[in-house]
């Protein structure tokens, strides 16, 4: 099996994105979306799950920061329903609990082809830096919608909201690289498709 590759553009009236995804990468990134907190995030997701990602947004952020953080989530969910094909030999299921310092996050995947999201997180700060705190569970609702995987994430502690984002965002890293490993030749499935 070569590698699972995936590019992806979208371009509106209010941003211009172009990313390529390396599922069975090295953690290696290139990531530029004009809000240095949102790019931190990314690249804590990519070196995480050791996926590649060379990403480049340009959006409307001279109004705010959610339509280029709302669609960057519609172009990696693309990338990775594109990169995953029909999802055969993947683990499908996986599961993490991480900590960072006095944060502890829960994230579960299933790369099920229907998009869910459970969020049960709060943040007590508007701002994580330049990012908008409510942009978080956006960027993730436009994930899963467009990578069609059910994603839950729970907050099971933590008073720093920079080390809760943080930690989500590893998590959701290291969850999608488990739920993404080739386990066999199958479609994980008994329908026989995803």
Not at 101 to 125: C, H, N, Q
Not at 160 to 167: G, L
């Amino acid at each position: 099996m070569g590698q699972r590759v995936a590019e992806v553009q979208r371009k509106t009236k209010e941003t211009d994105i172009k990313l390529i995804l390396n599922i069975d990468g090295n953690g290696d990134y290139k990531i530029s979306t004009g809000i240095g907190f949102f790019d931190h995030m990314l690249q804590l997701f990519s070196h995480h799950g050791k996926f590649d990602i060379d990403l480049e947004a340009k959006g409307d952020i001279y109004i705010d920061d959610h339509h280029t953080i709302e669609d960057v989530g519609i172009v990696l969910g693309q990338a990775f329903l594109k990169a995953l094909s029909d999802k055969r030999g993947i683990k499908r299921y996986a599961h993490v609990i991480l900590p960072m310092d006095e944060a502890l996050i829960m994230v579960a995947v299933d790369i099920s082809g229907r998009p869910y999201l459970a969020f049960d997180v709060d943040f007590k700060l508007p701002k994580l830096g330049d990012m908008t705190s409510q942009m978080v569970v956006e960027f993730f609702k436009a994930f899963v919608w467009s990578s069609k995987t059910t994603v839950h994430i729970k907050k099971l502690a933590g008073e720093n909201d920079h080390h809760v984002c943080e930690a989500i965002f590893k998590a959701i890293g290291r969850t999608l690289k488990e739920a993404c490993t080739i386990i066999d030749d199958r479609i994980p499935s008994s329908k026989g498709v995803l």
